[in-house]
Structures are given as C-alpha cells and as structure tokens.
C-alpha cells in the first residue's frame, strides 16, 4: 500500500513534489491532477479540468469508500492517482498550515 512508503516533500519551482520511496523512486506531482482556480468552484481545490472537489474524494474515502470504487462508481473522469494526489495534497495543506486549538469543552 501506498501508506507503507516513505514520503519526502520538496519545494519545486513553487510547487510540492511528492517523492514516493518503494523498490526505487517515484516522484508524484500533485499539481497534476488537482488545482485551484478563484473561479472555478470558490477556490475549493479540484481535480483538474473538472468540477469535482478534492473534498468530496476524501469524505468518501472516511466513509469507507477504495479509491477503486470511487472512480468505477461514483468519478469515471478520474483515476486512482488522482485520489492518491487527494490524499497527499491533503496531508502536505495539514503538514504546513497554522493551527487553532479546539475550544474545550466545559
């Protein structure tokens, strides 16, 4: 699985590459298949050259959904790489944002 392997992350001309460490090196990048565009969708990230919000890929993967189903069944414009970039540009937006605590609960 994809989890398993090394992930580095390095700064390429002002984008994130993504170095996937498995039997050798493959370099991701996720800009191929995700953008943001003020006009398209409010600014929400999404799957290049269509409509779909990365967002959407994600909450189906909490519901339990495999990036299989996903695209056989509910996105057939997309492939499973670009579920993976989901999930990396995911990881890199909560890697490198500030953060806010959580208000306790009293």
Known sequence: RLFANRLTFTQNRGSILIKVIKEGEITMNYTEYI?????????????????????????????????????????????????????????EVIKTCDYTPFAEIV
């Open 35 to 91: 953008s943001v565009d003020p006009n398209i969708c409010h600014g929400q990230p999404c799957f290049k050259n269509t409509r779909i919000m990365i967002y959407l890929a994600l909450e189906m993967l909490e519901a339990g959904e495999t990036a299989e189903n996903i695209v056989k069944n509910a996105y057939p414009q997309l492939t499973v790489p670009h579920i993976q970039a989901a999930l990396h540009y995911a990881a």
